[in-house]
């Protein structure tokens, strides 16, 4: 049991949030993942930038082992701290490293401590694995699922498809979102052998209780082929790009 006072000691906070212990500096884009059904931001995924908007790979080719727990600490600081000051309503995507995650327990304190800091409600976190990071344990995710489930966060896996599809952990310890790498979402609407995979991972998702996000919609047609599976949560160009330190505003096609 970590005691209170433990949890939510903030006293790193700000220290996290600029960045303190990388000898780089980095920033967020936010993009929203869309509800079709009742056409508003679910929520918004904290994009890793540079600090003049420079693509994710200028930052993550910086991150190695030595550095890894630093980055993922502060990444969770940053992101909310930013969520915070442009007030966003919505929940809040957070990507996580789990070989950065010795324990789930401690690893999340820093997390509660920002959001006790800035204002954000926990309640709206939700912590995204990046599903192709190369795990020397699957227990040890499952754990990490489990564990930030029972503290009240929601969980996605990321890019479901490519490289690594866990079904193993699906088996034993399914997230609440399974977000459908582009690969299997893009041109859906013209490949049947493509259309029965994905409507198999569909069916399995529903029966596990969760829900499916297609990530990467970019045509109108992907999106009315999902939409005739009755899927309602999407990501994509088609309705926002990501906007640099800003939560742009979604449009919904007819």
């Not at 979102?177 to 995979?197: W, Y």
Request: charged content about 25%; proline content about 4%; glycine content about 6%.
């Amino acid at each position: 049991m970590i005691k209170p006072e433990v949890l939510f000691d903030e006293s790193h906070c700000e220290q996290c949030a600029c960045g303190n212990g990388l000898d780089f500096s980095f920033s967020f884009a936010f993009q929203p993942i869309v509800d079709a059904e009742n056409k508003t931001v679910f929520a918004y995924e904290a994009l890793v930038r540079g600090t003049n908007g420079e693509g994710a790979m200028s930052i993550l080719s910086r991150v190695n082992e030595q550095n890894r727990y630093s980055f993922d600490q502060i990444c969770r600081v940053k992101a909310v701290k930013l969520a915070a000051k442009l007030d966003m309503q919505t929940m809040l995507s957070i990507n996580f490293m789990p070989n950065a995650v010795y324990k789930a327990e401690y690893c999340i304190r820093t997390t509660l401590a920002a959001a006790k800091t800035y204002n954000f409600d926990t309640r709206k976190i939700i912590f995204e694995l990046i599903e192709a990071e190369d795990l020397t344990s699957v227990e040890h995710l499952t754990d990490i699922i489990a564990a930030y489930q029972n503290m009240g966060f929601q969980t996605a896996i990321d890019d479901f498809g490519a490289g690594y599809s866990r079904y193993n952990i699906m088996m034993a310890s399914p997230p609440d979102l399974l977000k459908l790498d582009m690969t299997l979402v893009r041109d859906i609407d013209k490949e049947p052998n493509k259309q029965a995979v994905v409507s198999g991972i569909i069916t399995m998702m529903r029966r596990l209780g969760g829900r499916i996000v297609a990530e990467g919609v970019e045509t109108r047609e992907e999106y009315f082929w999902f939409r005739s599976q009755g899927i309602a949560l999407y990501q994509g160009y088609l309705f926002a790009k990501p906007g640099f330190e800003c939560l742009p505003e979604p449009v919904f096609p007819d």
